[in-house]
Nanobody, 120 residues
Framework: QVRLVESGGGTVQAGGSLSVSCVASVSSYDLGWFRQAPGKEREFVAAIRWPSNSPYYGDSMKGRVTIARDNAGSTVYLHMYNLKQEDTALYYC????????????????WGQGTQVTVSS
């Protein structure tokens, strides 16, 4: 059973930065970050390919986010900058062998999420 654990969420003021991480029990998978705000659909934020570590970014945070994987391959970080109130959401990581990285339905395993709240 694949296990994913997100951490690092919290409350940050608008304009600030925050990093969240995802520790996976596997390393040889594509890994994506998604977010979901109350009443809204799950939205693609970023993903990183295995084994190339090529990053891909969704439009929602492009230019304000960086995704990176550690050398062991089991931890993926999402560094977020210049945060806005509309970035407030539950942030999830997910893994799979993915053709279309922005499509949540293609991911096989999901974490429980970590809450990011951006205050004014």
């Amino acid at each position: 059973q694949v296990r994913l654990v997100e951490s690092g969420g919290g409350t940050v003021q608008a304009g600030g930065s925050l990093s969240v991480s995802c520790v996976a029990s596997v390393s040889s998978y594509d890994l994506g970050w998604f977010r979901q705000a109350p009443g809204k659909e799950r939205e693609f934020v970023a993903a990183i390919r295995w084994p190339s570590n090529s990053p891909y970014y969704g439009d929602s945070m492009k230019g304000r986010v960086t995704i990176a994987r550690d050398n062991a391959g089991s931890t993926v970080y999402l560094h977020m900058y210049n945060l806005k109130q509309e970035d407030t959401a539950l942030y999830y990581c997910a893994v799979g062998r993915i053709e279309h990285l922005s499509s949540p339905g293609q991911y096989d395993f999901w974490g429980q999420g970590t809450q990011v709240t951006v205050s004014s």
